[in-house]
């Protein structure tokens, strides 16, 4: 389970969905966003597998599809497409799980890099999520992502809040400050109800290394907040290839050990990770990724 951001787990148009692409170093930056499209996949616990593919051209135009093989055989499918008026509509598939149809706004700040765009989603749950003992078939919410660049810093936020007192109300806040030109520090906070994760980090680009940090706390997905830490190191042997590897410690997980690859041009990245034995996964993991870029 490899140390990201929300940025990277990604908060654009749907809590599920980012603007950058998936990557084995530099998890702090404030790069502006730019366009790409990856295709990447993975296999865990010997025979199980998954795939996904995105397509980003900025933060409310975009499509993926990703794919979980699982005793359900997981499929997730989104897109937006943001209209010259600065409208966009949207749409997900959780197979198994809801559907989910967005229409919103993107307000343009003076940069024009940075953005509110407010919206309103409808989520149908086909009759099967249960929440505090009450079955939810469908709700309404209010959905605003922001981002801001600051001079050499980027902040970014937003919530989700539902109609339904019943289902909770969701926020996040992302803050990267650029320290020195090769040390970016930052901090992330998501928020669901009572739930918290929160994280701190860096990384730092003393030639040719690069470093990555980052300690916090996860109470969104376990019964009880979790503590962790993670450090990354990368040897950039020249302009394209580097290497390194990577440690990382879930409270009451077992210690899990990783190795990295990445070949980057300046059109496309390829990177592989493997990681060995652990809790997260008994026979380890292998994930294959490769990024292009484009205009």
Same mark, same amino acid.
């Given at each position: 389970?490899?140390?990201?951001? *929300?940025?990277?787990?990604?908060? @654009?148009?749907?809590?599920?969905d980012?603007?950058? !692409?998936?990557?084995?170093? =530099? ?20 025979? #199980? ?10 933060? #409310? ?8 093989? !699982? ?30 149809? %967005? ?9 024009e &890099? %940075? ?7 409808? $989520?149908?749950?086909? @009759? ?5 003992g $009450? ?21 970014e936020? @937003?919530?989700?809040? *539902?109609?339904? %007192?019943?289902?909770?109300?969701t926020?996040?806040?992302? =803050? ?7 040390l ?7 928020? $669901? ?5 929160? =994280? ?5 680009? *003393? !030639? *040719?290394?690069?470093?990555?940090? #980052? ?17 990354? @190191? ?15 410690k879930?409270?009451?997980?077992d210690?899990?050990? =990783?190795i $990295?690859f &990445? ?7 390829f ?25």
């Amino acid at each position: 389970m490899a140390a990201v951001s *929300p940025r990277n787990y990604g908060w @654009g148009f749907w809590v599920e969905d980012g603007d950058f !692409e998936w990557d084995v170093d =530099s998890w702090y930056s404030i790069d502006e966003v730019y366009k790409y499209a990856e295709f990447g996949g993975g296999v865990y616990e010997g025979d #199980q597998f998954f795939t996904g593919f995105k397509y980003f051209i900025n933060e #409310q135009t975009f499509a993926t599809i990703n794919f979980e093989e !699982e005793s359900a055989n997981t499929m997730y499918l989104a897109g937006s497409y943001l209209f010259n008026n600065d409208f966009f509509l949207g749409a997900a598939i959780l197979t198994n799980d809801h559907t989910k149809v %967005s229409s919103g706004y993107r307000f343009n700040l003076t940069d024009e &890099k %940075s953005f509110v765009a407010a919206s309103i989603d409808y $989520k149908d749950y086909k @009759g099967k999520a249960m929440i505090e003992g $009450k079955a939810i078939d469908n709700l309404f919410a209010l959905e605003v992502n922001s981002k801001f660049f600051i001079n050499n810093a980027l902040i970014e936020a @937003g919530f989700w809040v *539902p109609d339904d %007192s019943d289902v909770d109300t969701t926020y996040y806040f992302s =803050s990267y400050i650029k320290v020195y030109d090769n040390l970016v520090i930052g901090a992330d906070l998501i928020g $669901k109800d009572s739930d918290l994760y929160a =994280s701190a980090g860096l990384t730092w680009k *003393p !030639e *040719p290394f690069i470093v990555d940090a #980052q300690v916090g706390v996860d109470g969104i997905d376990f019964d009880d907040d979790k503590y962790f830490f993670y450090l990354s @190191g990368m040897y950039r042997l020249n302009d394209n290839f580097s290497f390194g590897c990577e440690v990382g410690k879930y409270e009451d997980y077992d210690t899990e050990y =990783s190795i $990295k690859f &990445k070949y980057a041009t300046d059109k496309n990245t390829f990177a592989a990770v493997y990681a060995f034995d652990n809790d997260w996964c008994e026979d380890g993991y292998l994930w294959l990724n490769n990024t292009w870029y484009f205009e």
